[in-house]
C-alpha cells in the first residue's frame, strides 16, 4: 500500500482527492491537512510515503513545509499540486524538496500514475511544467555555466532524462540500454556528484542548468 497525505487548504480539494484515492487498491489516504504547520504534524505522525502537497496554505506555505517535511518526514516523497505554474514557485519547490509539480488541472488517472511513479523512485511533472522547464534552459539562460566536468556524455544523458521525470526503464528504452547499464551509470553519476536520491539529482540538475539539451 502506498500511504497518501492531502494537504490542502480547502476542504472541497481534500475531499475530492480523497474520495478518489480511496477507491485505488493500492493506496491508503492516511491524512488530512487544511494548512503547512498541520502538514508537518500530520507527516510525522503517520509517516506517509507520499504527500501532494498544495503551495497556498495559511500558517506555513507549501515551500515552508517542504523543508520542514524533510527532516520530520525523510522518507516521504512530495507531489506538489497547484494552481501555479509560474517559474519562481516551480524551481523554488523543486530546490525545496519535492520530487514531483503537477498543476490541479490534472487528469485524476494521471494523478494516480503520479502517485505510483514518485513512490516507486520518479519524479513526475505536468506536461506543461516539463516543456517549461525544457524551454527556460534550452534558451541559454544558462550561459557561462558549465556542466559537471565529471561526469561522461553518456551520463549527462541519463542525469537529464532522470531530471525531467524518466523512470529507469523509460531511460533503457529510450537510449536502447539495459536496465543494469542504466543502473550503473545512476550509481556513478551520484557517486560524481555526492548525490543519493533522485530528488538531489533533479534539484543538481537545474541548479547546474543541464537541461538544455
Do not use: C, W
Amino acid at each position: 500500500m502506498i500511504r497518501v497525505l492531502i494537504a490542502d487548504d480547502h476542504a472541497v480539494v481534500r475531499q475530492g482527492l480523497r474520495t478518489f484515492l480511496d477507491l485505488q487498491a493500492d493506496i491508503d489516504v492516511v491524512g488530512e491537512a487544511a494548512d503547512g504547520e498541520e502538514a508537518v504534524a500530520v507527516a510525522a505522525e503517520h509517516a506517509p510515503d507520499v504527500i501532494l502537497l498544495d503551495l497556498v496554505m495559511p500558517r506555513l506555505d507549501g515551500i515552508g513545509a517542504l523543508r520542514r517535511l524533510s527532516e520530520v518526514a525523510p522518507g516521504a516523497r512530495v507531489i506538489v499540486l497547484t494552481s501555479f505554474g509560474e517559474d519562481e514557485r516551480l524551481f523554488t519547490a523543486l530546490r525545496a524538496g519535492a520530487s514531483g509539480y503537477l498543476l490541479k488541472d490534472v487528469e485524476p488517472a494521471e494523478l494516480v500514475r503520479s502517485i505510483r511513479t514518485v513512490h516507486g523512485g520518479g519524479a513526475p511533472l505536468s506536461p506543461a511544467v516539463a516543456a517549461r522547464m525544457v524551454e527556460e534552459f534550452a534558451s541559454g539562460a544558462g550561459a557561462g555555466r558549465a556542466p559537471a566536468d565529471d561526469l561522461t556524455p553518456r551520463e549527462l544523458e541519463v542525469l537529464r532524462l532522470i531530471a525531467l521525470g524518466h523512470t529507469n526503464t523509460e531511460i533503457a528504452a529510450r537510449l536502447v540500454l539495459s536496465m543494469r547499464t542504466v543502473e550503473s551509470h545512476r550509481a556513478h553519476i551520484q557517486r560524481k556528484l555526492g548525490r543519493s536520491t533522485r530528488a538531489e539529482l533533479v534539484r543538481y540538475a537545474i541548479d547546474h542548468q543541464l537541461l538544455d539539451a
